[in-house]
C-alpha cells in the first residue's frame, strides 16, 4: 500500500459510517412520516413502510431500537478495539492520543442522544410524542453526524498507518460476508 492509498481499516470505518447514515436519514423520514402536515409525509411513509408490513408505530419503534442498539455496540468495538489497535500502531503520530481521547468522550456524549431518541419514540403516539420525538432524532442525527465526519477525518492517517502495519486478520477482524449492509 502507497502513502496516498486508503488502507483496509479506513475503508471499513467509512463503510460502517454509510450505513449508518442510511439507517439515521431512513429514522428522519420515518419520524417526519408521523408529522401529516408536511409535504414530503407521502415519501417518508414509504420509507417506513419498507421496514416492515407492521403498523407504524410499532415498525419505528423496532427499527429505532435495533438501530440505537447498533450505535451502542459500534460504539463499544471502536472503544474496545479500534481505538487501543490505532493507539499501538499508530500512537506515535502528533495528536492521536488526544483525537482518541475526544472520540471516546463524544462516544459517552452520544449516549445519551440515543437514549433520548430511543426514549422518544418509544413514547409514540401518546399526545405531543411527535414534537418530542422528532427534535430527539434531529439532536441525534446532529451530533452523530458531527461526530462521523471528526472520527473519519481525524483518524484517517492513523487508520491507513495501521493498514499499512498490520492486516485484518492479524487483529481477528472477521472479514464482511459477501453482500453485507454495513448497519445491520
Not at 3 to 16: I, P, S, Y
Not at 61 to 78: G, L, N, P, W
Not at 128 to 152: D, F, K, P, S, W
Not at 154 to 170: G, H, I, W
Request: glycine content about 6%; hydrophobic content about 45%.
Amino acid at each position: 500500500m502507497t502513502a496516498t492509498e486508503q488502507g483496509w481499516a479506513l475503508a471499513r470505518l467509512q463503510e460502517v459510517h454509510k450505513g449508518i447514515r442510511a439507517d439515521l436519514a431512513t429514522l428522519e423520514q420515518a419520524v417526519a412520516a408521523l408529522d401529516e402536515g408536511r409535504p414530503d409525509a407521502e415519501q417518508a411513509a414509504a420509507a417506513l413502510a419498507d421496514l416492515s408490513f407492521r403498523k407504524p408505530g410499532w415498525s419505528l419503534r423496532a427499527f429505532c431500537a435495533e438501530f440505537c442498539s447498533f450505535i451502542h455496540d459500534h460504539h463499544s468495538v471502536e472503544n474496545a478495539v479500534v481505538f487501543p489497535s490505532v493507539l499501538r500502531f499508530a500512537g506515535d503520530r502528533p495528536g492521536i492520543k488526544e483525537t482518541v481521547a475526544r472520540l471516546q468522550a463524544e462516544h459517552q456524549q452520544l449516549v445519551a442522544y440515543v437514549d433520548e431518541a430511543e426514549q422518544a419514540i418509544a413514547a409514540l403516539p401518546d399526545t405531543g410524542a411527535v414534537t418530542a420525538a422528532q427534535a430527539a432524532i434531529g439532536r441525534l442525527a446532529a451530533h452523530l453526524t458531527a461526530h462521523l465526519a471528526y472520527e473519519e477525518e481525524s483518524l484517517a492517517e492513523a487508520l491507513n498507518e495501521m493498514s499499512r502495519q498490520v492486516t485484518p486478520a492479524q487483529l481477528g477482524v472477521p472479514e464482511p460476508p459477501p453482500g453485507h449492509v454495513a448497519s445491520r
